[in-house]
């Protein structure tokens, strides 16, 4: 196979740290070409001026032997590179075939476009409607609008960041279904994950980098997934195990909570309820939309219910309010954290105060011990690995990992009694997300009851004791996660969205 | 080809360096100005800035004006700072300016001509409530019914402008002043004066109280959790909510002190320079203070030195009118320069510029 794309020495630095330092690698045509590398390696740098978002400072790039050096995504796309980005940019009020026009140069009359959706949906057996709304859309379904998109521009090369963090099991067989069809038909997909299975499944040829070096290139199929994490973070992984605690007295109970969203977009809650024992941790799996963050509001306090919907032991809860609910022990970590966990133009010590003030004792009759504060963050710096200057950096200012494990550890750090988290390791490296789920672990063992939201089954079935899966807003009974299978698991979500696989 | 690039963290050397870049660059592109207009470019940026001073005919005159000027405006600003910190927009101080001084006035005037030395600290925090409860409406409205409180905040005023016409020709009238509106002079009676503290500086209890309340807003705003959390509501309003802030109580509160700060503003002007209750009461201190309070970046340092530096370019532009006849639009379209680099140049402190090729393939 001749190279499709080829970069070398591509470098970019930003104030304060080189986001790539001289990467050179190729894709060659049709390949499915991963690029590995823990957060803040530099995969998203990279792949950002491959689709020329951001301008290298030096270095060359060639697509089939021609100089490339794309100004602007326009250009980028013009030249046949697509890319399909972790976040969506869709509009949720307009409907799937508007939404499609928006990201075209000319598009075309909205019944040929109409038509032509369908066709290039069936053939990659992506089926959408493009009539449709896309706030109406699970998230599995929105990801389709955006490779649709993609591929109504015939593209040479795909992009694709972290694609799978989203979808069910079912959904990410379809999506791989889809792929392997694009490249026997001579589309390279450069293909960024974190989820190394994934990777030796599908990729035939890897990239990895390391604090924005490439530090190896492998065929991923003849390594270990523990290879390469071990490539990928230079050290040896550290697995956490389950401690085998056994369960304590019942420390938090939700009774038949139904919450009606406040957006029209929202899931409402609908007669939800659970209970959860001392040491042990409870995972909720679901793909994103079906309720997570409406849960989550209900139990850090952002909303309010009827009192006697949650009960703390044997107290009444549902209508206190967030710092009542601190001082009681209840903490919880959201799963956005620029702008719900945290604030972003704020410093990491401030950032602190922003949860911690009640437990940690920061402020003294309302004014702040802001050299408290400060050691605070710093304890949180340490322990738990953030890597920043120091606690006066803006949270903007830390990579997504790094960020996460400051609000992980925040929050931890407080020792709670209850602790309920969204996405802990969302977006996370694999050596920083070992760590969380050890915390968390920990944090059990020593007698909390933990609650963990994700759509990441590996990781629900690595850390909780029980499983449960929220669907439509609908919470099902738990199930004790030893001997659960993944297609049991599957069932319980729901399933995926309109099953099909590629017709090939 | 000039770029900017958004800087992982705010500069601050550039948050300090700035107001003075956008000083010296109001000087030049003015002076270029007040060239083309065939005035000595030299003569008219002294005598906007230094002559008030400094001039040994006029400074005497003027060199009070300059805190009497800027007392009110700087009272006001810190007070609307706080509540644009939480995202919270007071456009109305204003009418609750007005409203301040109408209370305030016709509490102590009630007592008329009583010697007691309690009327003036009563006619203090009668001013205070009345511009609370004028600025209590809005937040009211928010709270209980999702009003913005923008429009309500602004539209007030007009309405406080009516109440001041109908006090100054009827109800408050000076029942000695011959049947010409007004009420009776407050500078004048000794237990409602707001006299010259300290002899040819200008200072009087509004000044003191715009200082007191600098140091107020300091303290509140880097000290306080009140602080912590009305920047949080301004800058996250989602991470305001998770980490327990009260929108409700925020919007109160704030509304609340900037109506209270603006009312006291109110009671020391009209009791102090302007004397008395009269039509044109409201010169526009009100909205001249929301300018103010973001030229000083809503910092209260910040503001003094902006209270300040407005009140300098008022005074310097009357006495360059005056004294060099420079025509008053020329004078506001310097001000207007000033604001224009203040607020254009505060780039610098969150982008840096990069200025180089593009092209690097």
């Known amino acids: 196979m001749s190279d499709l794309l080829h970069v070398d020495g591509l470098t970019k630095a930003y104030p304060g740290v080189v986001a790539n330092d001289a990467v050179s690698f190729s894709v060659a045509e049709g390949e499915v070409h991963a690029l590995l590398g823990e957060n803040g390696a530099g995969k998203s740098t990279l792949v950002k001026m491959i689709y020329g978002l951001v301008k290298p400072d030096r270095g060359t790039m060639t697509l089939r032997g021609e100089a490339y050096a794309p100004s602007e995504p326009r250009v980028a796309r013009s030249s046949g590179v697509a890319m399909v980005f972790q976040h969506f940019s869709l509009f949720e009020a307009l409907s799937v075939a508007e939404n499609i026009t928006l990201g075209m140069e000319d598009p075309p009359r909205p019944r040929a476009l109409s038509h032509r959706i369908r066709e290039v949906s069936h053939a990659y057996g992506l089926p959408l409607d493009p009539d449709r709304l896309v706030g109406e859309l699970s998230a599995g379904e929105r990801q389709r609008v955006e490779i649709i998109r993609c591929l109504l521009q015939d593209p040479k090369l795909l992009i694709m960041d972290e694609p799978t963090s989203v979808l069910t099991p079912q959904e990410v067989d379809i999506l791989f279904t889809t792929l392997r069809k694009l490249s026997a038909e001579g589309t390279a997909i450069l293909y960024i994950s974190h989820k190394l299975e994934e990777i030796r499944s599908l990729c035939e040829a890897a990239t990895i980098l390391r604090l924005g070096k490439v530090v190896a290139t492998c065929v991923p199929k003849e390594k270990s997934a523990r290879e390469l994490a071990e490539m990928m973070v230079g050290q040896t992984l550290h697995q956490p195990k389950a401690a085998g605690t056994q369960p304590g007295e019942t420390v938090l109970t939700i009774e038949s909570l139904t919450l009606p969203s406040e957006t029209p977009f929202g899931t409402s809650l609908q007669n939800v309820s659970l209970e959860l024992r001392r040491g042990e941790i409870l995972g909720i799996g679901g793909v994103a939309g079906n309720g997570q963050d409406e849960l989550l509001a209900a139990l850090s306090g952002e909303r309010l219910v009827p009192s006697d919907a949650i009960l703390f032991g044997t107290a009444e809860i549902g209508a206190t309010g967030p710092t009542e609910r601190r001082r009681m022990g209840i903490l919880s970590a959201p799963e956005e954290r620029l702008g719900h966990a945290a604030a972003p133009d704020m410093s990491l010590t401030e950032n602190g105060v922003l949860t911690a003030t009640v437990r940690r004792g920061l402020a003294n009759r309302g004014f702040v011990n802001w050299a408290k504060a400060k050691d605070f963050a710093e304890e949180v710096i340490r322990d738990f690995d953030v890597r920043t200057p120091g606690p006066g950096n803006a949270a903007r200012s830390l990579s997504g990992g790094n960020l996460q494990k400051f609000v992980i550890g925040r929050e931890v750090l407080q020792q709670p009694e209850v602790l309920v988290v969204n996405q802990p390791t969302w977006g996370v490296d694999a050596s920083a997300a070992a760590d969380i789920r050890q915390s968390l672990m920990d944090l059990a063992a020593q007698g909390a009851g933990v609650i963990v939201i994700s759509q990441d089954l590996d990781e629900l079935m690595e850390v909780a004791d029980r499983f449960c899966a929220l669907n439509g807003g609908r919470l099902t009974a738990s199930r004790p996660t030893q001997g659960l299978t993944v297609d049991q698991i599957g069932l319980m979500l729901g399933g995926a969205h309109d099953m099909e696989t590629a017709h090939v | ?361």
């Open chain 2, 1 to 361: 080809m000039i770029r900017l690039e958004k800087r992982p963290s705010p500069s601050r050397a550039w948050t300090l360096a700035t107001p003075v870049l956008a000083v010296v660059l109001t000087m030049i592109a003015g002076g270029i100005l007040f060239a083309i207009l065939g005035t000595n470019p030299f003569e008219a940026i002294r005598t906007i800035f230094w002559d008030p001073l400094f001039h040994e005919q006029f400074a005497s005159f003027s060199r009070p004006q300059l805190l009497v000027k800027a007392g009110p405006l700087i009272l006001i600003a810190i007070g609307l700072s706080m509540g644009f910190r939480a995202g919270i927009w007071n456009i109305g101080a204003e009418g609750q300016y007005i409203m301040g001084a109408i209370a305030g006035a016709a509490a102590g005037l009630a007592f008329h001509p009583s010697e007691s030395a309690l009327i003036y600290p009563l006619m203090v925090i009668a001013g205070a409530l009345g511009g609370w409860a004028w600025a209590i409406i809005p937040a009211f409205l928010r709270t209980q019914f999702r009003t913005n409180e923008i429009l309500v905040s602004l539209l007030l005023v007009y309405v406080a402008e009516n109440i001041l016409a109908s006090a100054a020709v009827g109800w408050l009238r000076n029942p000695e002043g011959s049947g010409f509106p007004g009420s009776r002079n407050l500078a004048q009676w000794s237990s409602s004066a707001n006299p010259e503290l300290i002899s040819g500086t200008g200072m009087h209890w509004g000044v003191v109280a715009a200082f007191i309340a600098v140091i107020f807003g300091y303290i509140v705003m880097s000290r306080h959790l009140l602080g912590f959390q009305i920047q949080l509501a301004g800058q996250a309003p989602r991470a305001a909510r998770f980490a327990g802030v009260n929108p409700n109580r925020l919007i109160v509160l704030c509304l609340g002190i900037s109506g209270g700060l603006a009312g006291l503003a109110g009671l020391f002007e009209v009791t102090g320079p302007a004397g008395q209750i009269s039509i044109d009461f409201g010169s526009g201190y009100g909205f001249t203070a929301i300018i103010v309070a973001f030229l000083g970046r809503l910092h209260p340092v910040g503001i003094l030195l902006a209270g300040l530096l407005m009140a300098l370019t008022y005074i310097g532009g009357e006495l360059a009118q005056f004294m060099l006849g420079l025509p008053a639009a020329a004078i506001q379209a310097f001000q207007g320069m000033l604001l224009f680099f203040l607020l254009g140049v505060d780039v610098l402190s969150n982008y840096r510029i990069r200025i180089g090729k593009t092209g690097v393939a």
